[in-house]
């Protein structure tokens, strides 16, 4: 979701929670007696649920145990992470590279967990870079951001990073139109008609290694995409995404984007396009994009630029791309675990229309068309529905499913979730939420079998739920039981940045996959030393390579001299231990950097330029031992062509006699 | 992280360590569990423990009266690697005690358990249990298999002179 929309539409929020009978009640009315045993899991005990949120502007993705809503891990994805050393250890820098050069932040807005004939498999999790446009894998063996890769001909990926039912694509549709890369962009923005495109990227996924590729390209008319899911079960092998602003304005887009009554769900027949490749309809077309992945062998990311991507022009193959009218500005796209129902929420809109795919196939069979949008058919509305929800709520968003035939969407402006039959597309209840919600989330609520014990609904604003922390509060994230036929709100938790996606699994398809340290023997990085008597420190012109070690609770060498002003120092430090839970962390004072932070096995490399003679401290940063405080040494800077002999040591170092005091 | 602080803490004063619900998934024991330990002050008091052989899978390892040479040098690499850093081959205590003669102090079994159950025998040994009140360390687990167990007590052998 646009976060610079929705403040936009919180002045209405305001107005409209004053003339609803939907206003939410005192807060602590809304939790009745049992939720807190409901949410309370013992010290010591596990979660039964893993939660993967997405940080919104912070980057990154959260990892949070349910029922309890504690919060486990932050992995680092588009955002630097002083606290791992992400971004700023040599070794991980080329993660954030891209065709404009390495950038340190991004906005993540959806996770997507990989799945296997429709169900969740534990293997990967995805997440899309909205800003400068990417989509990274995670690997839920290490949780840790295994591959990145950028997209050419975007701006703004958001309807991304949805994946076909067996990990067979991961999709990136840009959010803003724009002139493609190849063509000449500079043009006037009042020309968006003219030369502004829409780009879908198909990224394969690599079956058994996840390696990700973008396998080609659809160009369809300008427009936002906005979000998307893929068919399954009887669908799979189709694509389905909102698309707004079809008024393809290019300025003030809250009025000018809002003006038609109806905007698209634009259906995407990608087997066909599948076939249009495999024909060799693809153009060849120059691009500039970074491909950047880590090994867990050496330790290290490589980042590859790519110059050339496969596009399929969705205007001359006709029968890949079919737009369905969907009213006011849809957002959420959401296809029920059938396969056969897409819901499609008009954000604007007072209903929520459901699309029915056998009433899609038919209508393509028979042109049941009301005319085309830039070459595009455009299939008549009553022709694809299956029927509409009537007064769900106001500001219908988004749709997850419990696999029982009942559906859960957000309203947005109402500020509740709302439970419906799909069948009958009956209200069957309202749960209040605290406010403002986004995005919903059952586990397993977008793929062929939910697991339908909780619902957490993914709130942007808090106000007066917490304590109050300044002008900026926490975003928040609430666990509703949906076991019986009513919502039951039973706990409120603060989240990392903006929580705005988010998918869920449970504990015991992910949790005995962790690896719990690198084997030091497969230990592969170039600057590896692998135990203490390999350890040294080489110098190279102005470069001086310091090979060390780390275990409880030293440093080897933990004193060197014969560094000089104007030398670049790499801390290449391995960490000896061969456990679980003992990383050891480095940092020395006045790096313009960040800290290392390394995990057992493994080797990362920290630069470090001294801006000034003298004595430098080095210290362990995270707890290890006891000793951890005597986890500490030192460096020697000398002035530049000082003839201080290069030396290292550890515990050798003798103090020098004391001088005999003059009489 | 902060764990390790407070089992060291603890551990000083240690005894057998009878709770048995231990932390999902997790090695240590937990603080509430070295808490428990510290008010009891005897020792062993686990008759089924036999303070020669120690806690864990080796039962009983045939040791020939000669060296395996090959073996040595193979628990020699392994060391390097992951021992070196804080014992040495000599009487110097580094971090942990010198090698010198460890085959003397301790059996082949207790010295192999000892380096594959590092933490439990922390737990249970006392004369683990007195070497880290020395130390203050706790010996880290660094994952050995059976076969590096063996070649690292060959090696020790080596060093404590058999040909």
Redesign the interface.
Known sequence: MNKFRYVLVLGATALAIGINSCKPKNAVSAVTGDASSKAYVAP???DEFYNFLSGGFSGQMSVYGLPSGRLLRVIPVFSVDPEKGYGYSEETKPMLNTSHGVVPWDDLHHPELSQTNGEIDGRWIFGNANNTPRVARIDLSTFRTAEIIELPNSGGNHSSPFITENTEYVIAGTRFSVPPDNSNGDVAINTYKQNFKGYISFISVGKEDGKMDIAFQLECPGVNFDLSHAGKGKSHGWFFFSCYNTEQANTLLEVNASQRDKDFIMAVNWKKAEEYLKAGKGKKVAAKYAHNTYSEKTHSATSEIRTEVTVLDTRELKDICYFIPCPKSPHGCDVDPSGEYIVGSGKLAALIPVFSFDKIQKAIADKAYEGDFEGIPVIKYDAALYGEVKKPGLGPLHTEFDGKGNAYTSMFVSSEVVKWNIKDLKVLDRAQTYYSVGHLCVPGGDSRKPNPKYMIAYNKITKDRYLPTGPELAQSAQLFDISGEKMQLILDFPTIGEPHYAQAVAADVI?NRSVK?Y???ENANPYVS?????TKVVREGNKVHVYM?S????F?PDNIEGVRMGDEVYFHVTN????????HGFAIKGAINAELLIMPGETQTLKWVPDRVGIFPMYCT???????QEMQGYVRISPAGSSVPLMFST?KNQPVAEAPKAK | MFLSVICAALTACGGANTESEKAPGTEESTPAQQASTTDKKEVNSNPSYDPNRGEGKFKHVDISPGLIGAMADNGKKIADVKCGSCHKMTEEKLVGPGWIGVTKRYTAEWIMNFVTNTDEMLNKDPKAQAQLEICLVRMPNQNLSDDDARALYEYMRKNDGIK
């Open positions: 010591g005990k596990y949790k340290f084997k030091i023997d692998k135990g203490e008597g390999t070690t275990i409880r609770s030293h080897s000896l231990e061969q456990d679980w839970d003992v990383p995270d707890f290890c031992s006891a000793l951890h515990g």
